[in-house]
């Protein structure tokens, strides 16, 4: 049984998401970032080397990445459910927002409230610039929405 080691405020929620989409049993370990520092703890960080969120435990697998861990879960578990394959029409569509969710979107949105929890102003012509990609990413997300139901087609 997989085991999403869960931290709290972080993306472990997306795990937690998919086995419950796929009706996946899983036990659910909580970890509570500290109050000073809104880092992980001890325990978390000792889990895998990379100590950041998500990271799940399969049998004596230890695996963190979202990414990862999302395409370990579908290609093991989900008998071909929220998965699409090579030969599929929209198999490119898929891969590319597959992707984009961690490699464009999220650093993006994340860079502003960073910014805020470490009291930093972004300021300039290059940091405005940098700053226009979270909204950017998200009128990307509204158009494929807009013309089609799902991220990878029909």
Request: hydrophobic content about 45%; aromatic content about 10%; proline content about 7%.
């Amino acid at each position: 049984m997989i085991t999403v080691h869960h931290l709290g405020i972080s993306q472990s929620e997306r795990i937690v998401w998919l086995c419950e989409e796929l009706g996946l049993p899983y036990e659910l370990k909580r970890y509570e970032r500290d109050a000073q520092t809104r880092l992980a703890p001890a325990e978390y960080k000792a889990l895998h080397p990379i100590g950041t969120s998500p990271i799940i435990s399969d049998g004596e697998l230890v695996l963190p990445e979202s990414g990862a861990i999302i395409e370990y879960i579908l290609r093991k578990y989900a008998n071909g459910r929220l998965i699409v394959g090579p030969e599929h029409p929209e198999f490119a569509n898929y891969v590319f927002w597959f992707h984009f969710a961690n490699g464009s979107m999220m650093p993006n949105l994340m860079l502003p409230m960073v910014l805020a929890m470490i009291g930093a102003k972004a300021e300039g012509p290059i940091a405005e610039s940098v700053l226009a990609r979270g909204t950017k990413a998200m009128q990307v997300i509204e158009q494929r929405l807009g013309e089609a139901p799902y991220f990878a087609g029909k």
